[in-house]
Structures are given as C-alpha cells and as structure tokens.
C-alpha cells in the first residue's frame, strides 16, 4: 500500500507561483513513476505532469511554466508551478504507478492522494 500527502495549494495571483509537495510512504518511492494531475469543476481530471526515473513529461498546457522534480532520499516530489494563470485553477492530486506503466493516463496510476486547492484570482 501507498499512501500520498499533498501539499501546498492555496490561493494567488495571476503570474504568481506556487510549490506542492507530496509526500510519499509505504513503497519504494525511487521505482516509481510519480505524477500530478488536476480536476477542475465540472471537468475530467487531466493530466499535468510526471516523473519516471530522471525523465519527465508535461503536458502542453504547463510545459514552460510548470516543473516536476523528486528527492528520493526524502520520497517526496515537488510541482514548482510559475506564470499561474485562472485556468490552472483546480484541485491538484499526487499520484504514483508502477515503473512499467504509462505516465499520461489516469488508469496508469494505483495510488492517489487526497488533493490540494490551487486558486489562481484574476
């Protein structure tokens, strides 16, 4: 079993930054391919960025703005989030999947956290 804490979601300006964390525990955490995703209301949850080993993958609405990173020695991984803007408001979620899966669906994720709040004011 896993178990996945997010944090650091709150509220900001457009063009303002914001880091989330999520913790990780109950697995190895450096075989893993770590994700985060986001769920806006009345919209499906999309995927936003992931980690696998040191490659990562985003998607083309934050590539530029937005960068995944972890620190196995802590399992945690990091979302660094720049340049915000109202549409990337939304809940956030930490993931995590087997090293053999996929990166960009949410099927290819076992475990999930429980979300964190990201609002970006205009």
């Known amino acids: 079993q896993v178990q996945l804490v997010e944090s650091g979601g709150g509220l900001v300006q457009t063009g303002g930054s914001l880091r989330l964390s999520c913790a990780a525990s109950?697995?190895?955490?450096?075989?893993?391919?770590m994700g985060w995703f986001r769920q806006a209301p009345g919209k499906e949850r999309e995927f936003v960025a992931a980690?696998?080993?040191?490659?990562?993958y985003y998607a083309d609405s934050v590539k530029g703005r937005f960068t995944i990173s972890r620190d196995n020695a802590k399992n945690t991984v990091y979302l660094q989030m720049n340049s915000l803007k109202p549409e990337d408001t939304a809940v956030y979620y930490c993931?995590?999947?087997?090293?053999?899966?996929?990166?960009?669906?949410?099927?290819?994720?076992?475990?999930w956290g429980q979300g964190t709040q990201v609002t970006v004011s205009s």
């Open positions: 993931a995590a999947a087997h090293i053999t899966r996929g990166v960009v669906r949410v099927n290819d994720y076992d475990y």
């Open positions: 109950g697995r190895t955490f450096s075989s893993s391919t």
């Open positions: 980690i696998r080993w040191s490659a990562t």
